[in-house]
C-alpha cells in the first residue's frame, strides 16, 4: 500500500509524505523530465495548411483553405467514382477529384 500511495504521489507531481524515503529513487523524476522532442523538423504555417505536404498533417476539416459542402450525385456514379479512385490508389480523394475538375471547369469558363 505504501508503495501505490507514492506512485500516485509521482504521477500527480509530488510526494507522499509517508513514503519519502521508499520513492527517494523517483525523487523529481516527473519535474526534471525534459520535453519530448519530435524527430520531425518543425514546418512553416504555409507547409501545415497545405493540405498535400507529409501525409496531410492537416485535414481538410482543420484546413482553412477548404471549407466542407453538400451536393447530390447520383449513388450509381458516387459508387463507380469511389471504385476507380480506390483502384486507382494515387491518393487522390473524392474531394480532391471534385476540387481539380470544378477548377478546371471555372477556368475554362472565366
Not at 529513487?25 to 520535453?35: L, N
Not at 492537416?58 to 459508387?79: M, Q
Request: proline share 4%; charged share 25%.
Amino acid at each position: 500500500m505504501g508503495q501505490l500511495s507514492g506512485l500516485a504521489g509521482i504521477i500527480k507531481g509530488g510526494m507522499a509524505k509517508s513514503d519519502e524515503n521508499e520513492a527517494s529513487d523517483f525523487k523529481g523524476t516527473v519535474a526534471s523530465s525534459s520535453p519530448r522532442v519530435s524527430g520531425r523538423p518543425s514546418l512553416t504555417k504555409a507547409q501545415e495548411i497545405s493540405p498535400r505536404i507529409q501525409n496531410r498533417l492537416v485535414t481538410k476539416s482543420k484546413n482553412p483553405a477548404w471549407k466542407a459542402y453538400s451536393l447530390f450525385l447520383k449513388k450509381e456514379t458516387h459508387s463507380e467514382m469511389n471504385f476507380i479512385l480506390r483502384r486507382l490508389d494515387s491518393g487522390e480523394d473524392m474531394s480532391d477529384l471534385v476540387q481539380r475538375l470544378v477548377e478546371g471547369w471555372v477556368s475554362a469558363n472565366r
